[in-house]
T-cell receptor, first 109, second 115 residues
Framework: QKEVEQNSGPLSVPEGAIASLNCTYSDRGSQSFFWYRQYSGKSPELIMS????GDKEDGRFTAQLNKASQYVSLLIRDSQPSDSATYLC?????????FGTGTRLKVLA | DTGVSQDPRHKITKRGQNVTFRCDPISEHNRLYWYRQTLGQGPEFLTY????????KSRLLSDRFSAERPKGSFSTLEIQRTEQGDSAMYLC?????????????FGPGTRLTVL
């Protein structure tokens, strides 16, 4: 079992729709959870961090964490073509991050 | 631009050559990380420094790889006797632990191609 699992996609959504990206993790001791966006050929760019159960909103992005189910998700509202990228979920205990393989999102104009 | 810089951005080398990459973290960050990313995969942890001390080195890092952070500021990652399997994007990240949070910011990466 991989430590952090994501559906590789591609996930295709029409412009203006809500994109829902999911991630599960295996280490119950994980404390910190992050979503990064990565455009092709570029490095990961931090979108959201979340540390406690529940929802955290930042603009069009909402991160959701459920530690009991070992599940973290990212919702992107009013998706734009510029949101087309790979979204990486990262999970951390004390310092190093464990990344999933990423979900490729395509927002269709 | 996160404030983390890496040099060079691209490196093409022949198998068997040595290469060295440099990372300059955000100035007040005391933690520095190296990751490697291959196509279709997420970044994989290689090594971690807190100030100048190297506190963990992944099993992925063979003895051909060495990293230093001599004065707790910039870091170098050297690969000796490169192999084609070393071709990847090498990412540096830095962070400043604050309470229980430790958010890593990535540099632009160095793309290594071994011919």
């Amino acid at each position: 079992q991989k430590e952090v699992e994501q559906n590789s996609g591609p996930l295709s959504v029409p412009e203006g729709a809500i994109a829902s990206l999911n991630c599960t993790y295996s280490d119950r001791g994980s404390q910190s959870f992050f979503w990064y966006r990565q455009y092709s050929g570029k490095s990961p760019e931090l979108i959201m961090s979340i540390y406690s159960n529940g929802d955290k909103e930042d603009g069009r992005f909402t991160a959701q964490l459920n530690k009991a189910s070992q599940y973290v998700s990212l919702l992107i509202r009013d998706s734009q073509p510029s949101d087309s990228a790979t979204y990486l979920c990262a999970v951390s205990g004390t310092y190093k991050y464990i990344f999933g393989t990423g979900t490729r999102l395509k927002v269709l104009a | 631009d996160t404030g983390v810089s890496q040099d060079p951005r691209h490196k093409i080398t022949k198998r068997g050559q040595n290469v060295t990459f440099r990372c300059d973290p955000i100035s007040e960050h005391n933690r520095l990380y190296w990751y490697r990313q291959t196509l279709g995969q997420g970044p994989e942890f290689l090594t971690y420094f807190q100030n100048e001390a190297q506190l963990e080195k992944s099993r992925l890092l063979s003895d051909r790889f060495s990293a230093e952070r001599p004065k707790g500021s910039f870091s170098t990652l050297e690969i000796q006797r490169t192999e084609q399997g070393d071709s990847a994007m090498y990412l540096c990240a830095s962070s400043l632990r604050s309470g229980t949070t430790d958010t890593q910011y990535f540099g632009p990466g160095t793309r290594l191609t071994v011919l």
